[in-house]
């Protein structure tokens, strides 16, 4: 009983908030104008399923009235939630901001079932964008490739460095390897659910930290985008303009994050800066984990690539892509007082898995209104 029981007092908690919102003399404006925007489809002229059918009439009424009641509390004011335990861990959330996130997370978890899309191949390697993609996917080819007894890719980048790791879609270059997946996948929620039916194969997911991911991304896009550093760090909650920007890699952190805690034993987090710190040990894991174990020899083929320089030469010159920026261009880029506070705000509003690093998280449920629940409790 007891999940049920933590379902129905989270149940509770989330219904006083919204009854706080809702029945408050001042403030909680948006929670109650969409709350009643929700109860208002009751008495228009429009019907999507009419009245007259049995037992389905008002499913319609039902499903709108209950959407409002969820957009009620997703818009509850921080203080409404109870005094946070960091500075920023409850930040008022502004309600365009909020709900653009919203439309893009609901839209991959609606959408974006890759992992049992792609479930026949080996393992899967999934990796942040402007994360060393191409660097970890380079050294763990030419050690596979040693281990195998076949020709490593001769690039890094290009189509030529998918002949042994490369999207699923793609077909093999040696059909007897392990197939290992390949992508920058975000995937449903319904894959931290535990259902049998989307069991998958293993996956390592190869992060970096955001703030040097983003500036990376910067560097590389930086002609596309056509915006200054200050406009990206705020960033696309929707996800149109950039190719990935701070809302990009809070999403992929959360959900994973999400699929890491729910599949534990499937599912391997690995940082960008461990993987630099002790190439061997993470390089030798990631292979265990990927169900391709390595011997000594493959290992030390793999790690000839550990460093930029190592891989510059490997690079495809003919790939239009730039996969490693100037080091110039990359340091002169750096993130003003006032970016790191938007950047700290927006993950402290929204981040929800640190996955390692230490970022503000937006907490689970605020102290204050966990003591004030307990009070309550005692009382009855």
Avoid at 6 to 16: A, D, E, P, Y
Wanted: proline content about 8%; hydrophobic content about 45%; glycine content about 6%.
């Amino acid at each position: 009983m007891r999940p049920l029981h933590r379902l129905l007092t989270q149940c509770s908690v989330q219904l006083g908030i919204v009854c706080r919102c809702l029945f408050s003399i001042r403030g909680a404006a948006w929670s109650k104008l969409v709350f009643i925007a929700g109860l208002a489809y009751s008495y228009g002229w429009i019907d999507l399923i009419p009245n007259r059918l049995p037992y389905i009439g008002h499913l319609d009424e039902i499903g709108f009235a209950l959407t409002g009641l969820t957009l009620a509390r997703l818009m509850a004011p921080a203080a409404f939630l109870g005094e946070p335990d960091h500075p920023l861990a409850l930040a008022p959330r502004p309600v365009g901001e909020h709900l653009r996130f919203l439309i893009r997370v609901v839209r991959a978890d609606l959408a974006n079932f890759f992992l049992f899309q792609h479930r026949d191949v080996h393992a899967f390697l999934i990796t942040g964008k402007n994360s060393g993609t191409h660097w970890v996917k380079f050294m763990l080819s030419v050690a596979i490739a040693r281990q195998f007894g076949v020709a490593p890719p001769f690039y890094a980048s290009g189509p030529a460095a998918d002949a042994i790791i490369g999207h699923p879609r793609w077909p093999s270059t040696y059909p007897g390897l392990p197939r290992i997946g390949s992508s920058h996948t975000i995937p449903s929620r319904a894959f931290a659910w535990r259902i049998r039916l989307l069991d998958h194969p293993p996956v390592v997911v190869f992060v970096r930290d955001i703030r040097q991911a983003m500036l990376s991304n910067f560097v590389k896009w930086q002609q596309h985008y056509g915006g200054t550093l200050a406009e990206y760090v705020s960033g696309d909650p929707l996800g149109r303009r950039h190719v990935a920007d701070i809302w990009w890699y809070v999403h992929f952190f959360n959900r994973w994050g999400d699929v890491a805690r729910a599949r534990p034993d499937n599912t391997l987090i690995v940082r960008y800066e461990d993987l630099q710190a002790c190439p061997r040990y993470w390089l030798d894991r990631i292979a265990a984990h990927l169900r391709v174990p390595l011997d000594e020899a493959a290992l030390t083929e793999g790690l000839h690539f550990t460093s930029r320089e190592a891989l510059q030469p490997r690079l495809d010159p003919t790939h239009a892509e730039t996969i490693i920026p100037a080091a110039g261009a990359r340091s002169a880029v750096r993130l003003s007082e006032a970016d790191e506070r938007v950047f700290a705000a927006i993950l402290a509003r929204h981040l929800r898995h640190r996955l390692g690093y230490d970022y503000p998280v937006r907490p689970a449920r605020p102290p204050a209104q966990r003591r004030r629940n307990e009070a309550v409790a005692s009382e009855l």
